[in-house]
């Protein structure tokens, strides 16, 4: 690498900053920043003293994300790791699959347990956090999306599909202990699949000591213990399509929540000003999650479902990543 960064090319700059900044702030902060793909995501990053900025724009040149410093997620990890320090680790119990609004493929957990509901009510408490997303007030894992250019659900498909869900959904007795929760991840995404990563942090729940194994088995019970609130919030979900069929094809034939090609716009004014707003188009937030995707008994019974799928419903869905497969606690 030549001495002076002033004849290197942009993309040259960008990759001599990942190699000597971000190093430098991981080092700093004891956190794990995946630096972004510069060919994708056009992103430069400039150093001031003890923060690193991130400016993101879209391949259009609109900006997406203005700034992060990591000084700022320094302090939400530490705020994040005072939250978990009296949560326990728990389980997320699988419930069943199910075709959730605008065709995506879902698979519902049956509430979330006490560890994780206390902690969702100190995250509230906190009082800076924007009020709570509907679609995380119930635990969930998203597993595929519609295609782009597949054609919205008839009522047949959506019948067929559903009973193939609630087929398929038998199988989850099988990993009634697999999705095991032993600790949670502070990320920004660069898309809401959270394929792509701009910084991850995972935090550590507490573990039950094993100085006494009665103890730990009732303090295991409790953690894993689920509402009555909970259970009946996953279930009032999970009954609107046997509830109001026709009303619940509407919502899944709504535009949206597809890959990438569908659009809001920016402003009335500016027609042509659009931006991506969907699973695998640019976008930059951050959000607290459990990540799954690397239980190979849970890989396995995806995959069945996944092929079952397909069979169905040939190239239809797109199916994310292993790997990026998780369940939303709270956007942050």
Not at 48 to 68: A, C, I, M, N, W
């Amino acid at each position: 690498m030549p001495k002076s960064r002033k004849n290197l090319s942009v993309e040259d700059r960008f990759l001599y900053q990942q190699e000597h900044v971000l190093l430098r702030a991981q080092e700093r902060y004891g956190v794990t920043i995946t630096p972004l793909d510069y060919a994708e995501l056009n992103t430069a990053i400039r150093a001031q003293d003890s923060r690193v900025t991130y400016r993101v724009k879209d391949k259009q040149g609109f900006p997406v994300y203005e700034v992060l410093h990591l000084d700022t997620v320094w302090l939400m990890t530490e705020l994040l790791r005072s939250a978990v320090k009296d949560k326990h680790a728990t389980k997320l119990e699988p419930r069943a699959f199910f075709v959730a609004w605008r065709g995506v493929l879902t698979l519902a957990f049956a509430g979330f347990p006490a560890s994780l509901a206390a902690l969702k009510v100190d995250l509230d408490a906190l009082g800076f956090l924007a009020p709570e997303n509907s679609g995380s007030k119930w635990p969930k894992m998203s597993l595929a999306c519609l295609k782009d250019d597949a054609k919205p659900l008839t009522a047949d498909q959506l019948a067929n599909l559903s009973q193939l869900c609630s087929q398929m959904s038998t199988n989850l007795a099988l990993l009634a202990n697999d999705f095991q929760v032993s600790s949670i991840s502070y990320t920004h995404f660069a898309c809401r699949s959270l394929e792509k990563l701009v910084f991850r942090a995972d935090i550590a729940l507490s573990k039950t000591s094993n100085t006494d194994n009665e103890t730990d088995e009732l303090a295991s019970a409790d953690n894993y213990k689920i509402s009555e609130d909970q259970i009946h919030a996953v279930d009032n979900v999970l009954s609107e399509y046997e509830t109001d069929k026709d009303g619940y094809l509407l919502q899944v034939q709504k535009a949206g929540n597809r890959e990438s090609l569908v659009y809001f716009l920016l402003n009335i004014i500016r027609l042509s000003s659009i931006i991506p707003r969907h699973y695998r188009s640019m976008h930059v937030e951050s959000t607290l999650v459990v990540f799954f995707g690397n239980n190979p008994e849970v890989t396995m019974i995806l995959e069945e479902f996944k092929r079952a799928v397909d069979f169905l419903l040939p190239d239809y869905y797109a199916w994310f990543h292993k790997d990026a497969l998780h369940c939303t606690i709270r956007a942050l």
